[in-house]
């Protein structure tokens, strides 16, 4: 089917709580990104999985941490979530190198 | 590292008209380039991926031209209409890493009947 699947599509939280946003694949791509996308500065990666526990830091990890055990998942989450990770937040995913990415429809968390 | 610039960042045209939008990057050892076009509450679809060295490649609609020596990817979008209406990205993959795709800050087109 080709699809990437986020959820959940809208969330609001509190400062403090935890964040968890589940993302899936059903295309077997090894690959796949977690990113943030806020006017103005377009989309930023956060993290990158190579595989099921092989996950490197993006440019902007700090505050987040991904889980990946199955390689169909792909989890972001925000211990103690704060006002400034209020975004939308995308997950993707890619076969090999220099393939296209393929974007689930996004997460839009609020953090008041 | 690779550092993407994309204009601009708005863009109106009327029904009919061409639109260009343009990105430079900074890799000289790039070697995947992407458009993609994000419709209102949706994620990203491509919408083209190039590499080699100076190339036009044509979909519907609209042209893409790759120019290694100057360091720029453009999209042309011949004669819009309003379903072109979108944020539109350009993304390089540098060599250096290539699962590492670095998305430009987007440009909002709007094209009025």
């Known amino acids: 089917d080709m699809k990437v699947t986020q959820m959940p599509r809208y969330l609001i939280k509190r400062m403090g709580e935890n964040v968890l946003l589940e993302c899936g694949q059903d295309m077997s791509h090894e690959t796949m990104y977690w990113y943030r996308q806020d006017p103005g500065l377009g989309l930023q990666l956060i993290y990158i999985?190579?595989?099921?526990?092989?996950?490197s830091e993006g440019d902007i990890p700090k505050g987040y941490r991904v889980s990946r055990k199955k390689r169909e998942h792909f989890s972001l989450i925000l211990d103690s979530a704060k006002t400034n990770q209020t975004s939308v937040y995308f997950c993707?995913?890619?076969?090999?190198?220099?393939?296209?990415?393929?974007f689930g429809e996004g997460s839009r968390l609020i953090v008041v | 590292g690779e550092q993407v610039e994309q204009r601009p960042p708005h863009l109106s045209v009327r029904e009919g008209d061409s639109a260009v939008i343009i990105c430079t990057y900074t890799d000289p050892n790039s070697y995947y380039f992407f458009w993609y076009k994000q419709e209102p509450g949706a994620g990203l679809q491509l919408l083209m991926k190039?590499?080699?060295?100076?190339e036009i490649n044509e979909g519907q609609g609209f042209t893409v031209l790759l120019n290694k020596k100057d360091k720029q990817l453009s999209l042309n979008l011949t004669a819009a209409h309003p379903g072109d209406s979108a944020v539109y990205f350009c993304?390089?993959?540098?060599?250096?890493?290539?699962?590492?795709?670095?998305f430009g800050k987007g440009t909002h087109l709007h094209v009025l009947p």
């Open positions: 190039v590499f080699s060295s100076t």
């Open positions: 993707a995913s890619g076969g090999n190198s220099g393939n296209t990415l393929y």
């Open positions: 999985s190579y595989d099921v526990d092989s996950n």
């Open positions: 993304a390089v993959s540098p060599d250096t890493n290539a699962y590492k795709v670095i």
